[in-house]
């Protein structure tokens, strides 16, 4: 579930999350490293940022940037969780938590947050490139192409400036679930938002993660084949 920096508050079982997760680090470490995307070889000049979608997709842009994904690496509560990691698993721990929290940063090696789309959070270049993500219970993908094509749950739309690619994945909840679901390295389960909704009444009905979570908004113009292109809620507000 994703919710958003005024929702955080609200939620009773946040501080015993945060401990779960400092008992797992003390005792087991950190969980295995998946076998992934080999972050270290991808060119940090691939991703852009999210300020230069916004002058064709604006509302996506504004939704975005109310979102919890916008405020993933820069939250008040993650930094004071990144440096107690850091401090008790040693600098090589913040790498593990921004694969979620900042993955371009994870990408390119910069822990430290120094660049500006660093601390874009889960930003739109990310999201967008991803080609497949296969949950295994720790913060991973299994593809991305970041460059000049962009993956999405539509294919091409009149005027666009960059390539389009038509993307199965983008409109299933696996995209979700290579960091809404995390496991210690001995198994004990921390988030299993993903495992949730596959036990759900909603997963059996066809309901995935963007269903509820990314329902859609008002049209924008046609796409070349004359449909109207609905876009997907990129606020991600939590339904209760």
Do not use: N
């Not at 992934?36 to 230069?52: C, D, I, M, N, T």
Request: aromatic letters at 4%.
């Amino acid at each position: 579930m994703i919710l958003t920096r005024r929702q955080w508050g609200t939620l009773p079982t946040l501080a015993t999350l945060i401990s779960m997760l400092t008992l797992a680090t003390q005792s087991t470490g950190l969980p295995e490293e998946p076998v992934s995307l080999p972050w270290a070889q991808v060119p940090r000049a691939k991703y852009g940022s999210a300020s230069s979608c916004r002058p064709c997709h604006r509302q996506v842009y504004e939704a975005w940037s109310k979102s919890a994904h916008a405020e993933a690496a820069v939250d008040a509560l993650f930094a004071a969780s990144l440096r107690s990691v850091a401090r008790q698993e040693g600098e090589s721990a913040r790498g593990w938590c921004l694969k979620c929290h900042s993955p371009v940063a994870a990408a390119t090696g910069d822990h430290d947050l120094r660049q500006p789309l660093s601390r874009e959070g889960v930003t739109c270049d990310f999201c967008h490139t991803l080609s497949a993500v296969a949950p295994r219970g720790g913060p991973e993908v299994s593809a991305a192409r970041p460059g000049e094509k962009s993956s999405g749950p539509h294919g091409r739309q009149a005027g666009a400036p960059h390539m389009r690619k038509l993307s199965a994945v983008h409109a299933k909840s696996e995209l979700c679930g290579g960091c809404h679901e995390l496991k210690s390295r001995t198994g004990v389960p921390l988030l299993e938002t993903y495992s949730e909704w596959k036990q759900s009444r909603f997963a059996r009905s066809g309901d995935q993660c963007q269903t509820c979570h990314m329902a859609r908004g008002p049209a924008v113009p046609p796409s070349e084949d004359g449909q109207r292109v609905v876009p997907p809620d990129h606020s991600i507000p939590a339904r209760r």
